[in-house]
């Protein structure tokens, strides 16, 4: 009962959050102002709520729970924003720079294809970017984000982990670099990232940050179900 009681209280905070961008013309202009006015601090924001987001909801189903003392909640928020503005400035150099490879490739059109509709040149375009970024970029992101997941963890999510110096060198050697290879590398890059920042490329520039971000809750769920389903397996 109590769980239910949470349920309802989570999703009505989802819901008050995100319902005026939906429902009121003048919350949605003020949002696209500010959005083009301050892209890479509304990329802090939308990570830090959507991320979070998706991260409560996968602990949700994985655990039960929508974070527990310890998770560090606050502080894993805080990271994700930072982490959004890096993944909004990778989105920049790559969806620019790697049209004007293909062009170099002697692929005409290639610039002027993402700024324009639906075409295959523009679908091309999209997926060169995403596997360009999901080959250079991710890897390392992925790396940096579970190194700070470790280092809340081992300060007790505490909100002072955010100015705690970060052990790099023992949380490297400490990760379990078969899983981080073969599943989070080897199986989530190729099988979801690539996909899903074809189809964020091929949209106005305008909502590519968001639905970038929006992404991270489906991950979060996926990987959660897919948790318990091998769970259940065993």
């Known amino acids: 009962m109590l769980m239910k009681k949470c349920d309802l209280i989570f999703w009505a905070v989802v819901i008050i959050l995100l319902l005026p961008f939906f429902v009121s013309d003048a919350v949605y202009e003020a949002y696209k102002n500010f959005n083009g006015a301050h892209p890479y601090l509304m990329a802090f924001i939308k990570f830090m709520v959507l991320s979070s987001i998706g991260e409560m909801l996968g602990l949700r189903i994985k655990q039960g729970v929508y974070t527990y003392k310890g998770y560090g909640i606050l502080s894993r928020a805080v990271v994700w924003g930072v982490l959004g503005v890096m993944i909004a400035v990778a989105m920049k150099i790559f969806s620019n720079?790697?049209?004007v490879m293909l062009e170099s490739w002697g692929l005409e059109g290639m610039v002027a294809a993402m700024g324009g509709g639906f075409s295959l040149a523009k679908f091309v375009d999209a997926f060169c970017i995403s596997t360009a970024m999901n080959t250079f970029f991710a890897p390392?992101?992925?790396?940096?984000?579970?190194?700070?997941?470790?280092h809340i963890l081992n300060c007790g999510g505490k909100i002072s982990s955010l100015v705690t110096p970060i052990k790099f060198g023992e949380i490297l050697a400490s990760l379990n670099w078969r899983v981080q290879w073969s599943f989070v590398f080897k199986r989530t890059l190729p099988l979801f990232w690539i996909p899903a920042h074809t189809i964020t490329f091929l949209l106005p520039a305008a909502y590519q940050v968001l639905f970038a971000a929006s992404l991270s809750i489906?991950?979060?769920?996926?990987?959660?179900?897919?948790a318990v389903m091998s769970n259940e397996k065993k």
């Open 140 to 150: 390392m992101f992925m790396t940096l984000h579970k190194v700070t997941d470790t």
């Open 97 to 99: 720079g790697v049209p």
């Open 218 to 226: 489906v991950l979060g769920v996926l990987l959660s179900v897919a």
